[in-house]
Structures are given as structure tokens and as C-alpha cells.
């Protein structure tokens, strides 16, 4: 079974600082990980994903996201935050390899970033 | 460019009626899945079809049936709808690539009284 948890369910950055979301994946195999963002009454956006290969993964929109195996995690990142991206933030693990079967997403409870003016 | 396409956006139904939503697939994507999110909760996986046959079932009540067709456009058909029912219906498609990005739909929010 695949997992994942969002351990903050509100973050609050001032403008202009970096900003952090939290994410960590359970997975049998190994992960495709996914960020997406939703703005009130909109749909999905996707942000960026990890795959394979390097670590750091850049986005849309200035986001970053880093991989480490070893903590199972994934975080989401921006160097510099707007007021523009207050957010709802959604982590997304699918599992790979050919056992593992369903090509579902799996999200967490998501994360709603408040960056202050 | 093109994105899925859901219709309608907002349904109103009344207890133990049926509803029937659309999703129209970005271009050339073969395969559309299908998610609840219930007030402030996470989107839940309910079914998904490639090249119109049903390929992953997650938590989809009986009532509920789905389909895709030959154009891979796909329809969720809704029956007996309940209370509980009451969600925003998200469509996404992909190309049917191990690691394809799942491209979703502005949502369906279905209200039932």
C-alpha cells in the first residue's frame, strides 16, 4: 500500500521569505512523487515531479522540490514567497515497478500555505 | 493549451435521484481517472479506464458506474445519490506512461439536498 503525510495542515511565511511543505511517502516500491496546488474552487495544478534521477526538481511557478530516499521525503520549497501563492498544497505518491499494478495517486490530507504581506 | 474539460461545474440533485458527469480528456491522452474530494479532505482515487476499458477500481460505491468512449471522453453515472455524496468530482488524464503526469480537470462540485 502507498501512503503519504502532510505533517502541517496550515504553514505561514511572510512575503519574501523561503517557504517549506512537508511531505513524507510510504511506497513497496520505488516512488513518483507529485506536487500539486488548489486555489480556492479551482481545480489540481501540478507543480512538478520526481521520477528518477536527480534529487532537486524544479517546477512551475519557482518551486522546488527535493528528493531523499532515505527520510522518504519530499518537500516542496520556494526560495523567495509571494502572496499569490496562498495555497492549498497536495503531496502525491504513486508507486512503480511492474508489481505494482495501479497507476492511482495516492494524496495527503494537503497543507494550506499562508504567505503574510 | 488544452485542458481536461468537465461539465457540468456545479450540480444541484435532490435525495435518491441520478447524475451524470463528463470529462473530456486533454488530446491525444488515453487514459482519464476519476476522483472524489469531500469538504476539506484529500481527493479519493474512485476508478480509472485506458483505452476504454476499466483499469484501476479505488473506493467507488455500487451506485456509481462509469465509462469511456471510443472519442475517450468518459462519464461517471451517479444513482440512489445520498448526502454523502456531496463532493467536488475531479477528472485528470494521462498518457498511459508509467511516469505521466496526471492532468486534472477544474472539477464537478455535485451539492445533493
Known amino acids: 500500500a502507498q501512503s503519504v503525510a502532510q505533517p502541517e495542515d496550515q504553514v505561514n511565511v511572510a512575503e519574501g521569505n523561503p517557504l517549506t511543505v512537508k511531505c513524507t511517502y510510504s511506497v513497496s516500491g520505488n516512488p513518483y512523487l507529485f506536487w500539486y496546488v488548489q486555489y480556492p474552487n479551482r481545480g489540481l495544478q501540478f507543480l512538478l515531479k520526481?521520477?528518477?534521477?536527480?534529487?532537486l526538481v524544479k517546477g512551475s511557478y519557482g518551486f522546488e522540490a527535493e528528493f531523499n530516499k532515505s527520510q522518504t521525503s519530499f518537500h516542496l520549497k520556494k526560495p523567495s514567497a509571494l502572496v499569490s501563492d496562498s495555497a492549498l498544497y497536495f503531496c502525491a505518491v504513486r508507486d512503480s515497478g511492474p508489481g505494482a499494478g495501479s497507476y492511482q495517486l495516492t494524496f495527503g490530507k494537503g497543507t494550506k500555505l499562508s504567505v503574510i504581506p | 493549451a488544452a485542458g481536461v474539460i468537465q461539465s457540468p461545474r456545479h450540480l444541484i440533485k435532490e435525495k435518491r435521484e441520478t447524475a451524470t458527469l463528463k470529462c473530456y480528456p486533454i488530446p491525444r491522452h488515453d487514459t482519464v481517472y476519476w476522483y472524489q474530494q469531500g469538504p476539506g479532505q484529500d481527493p479519493q482515487f474512485l476508478i480509472s479506464f485506458y483505452e476504454k476499458m476499466q483499469s484501476d477500481k479505488g473506493s467507488i460505491p455500487d451506485r456509481f458506474s462509469a465509462q469511456q468512449f471510443s472519442d475517450y471522453h468518459s462519464e461517471l453515472n451517479m444513482s440512489s445519490l445520498e448526502l454523502g455524496d456531496s463532493a467536488l468530482y475531479f477528472c485528470?488524464?494521462?498518457?498511459?506512461?508509467?511516469?505521466?503526469?496526471?492532468?486534472f480537470g477544474p472539477g464537478t462540485r455535485l451539492t445533493v439536498l
Open positions: 520526481y521520477i528518477t534521477g536527480d534529487n
Open positions: 485528470a488524464s494521462s498518457l498511459r506512461r508509467e511516469y505521466d503526469t496526471q492532468y
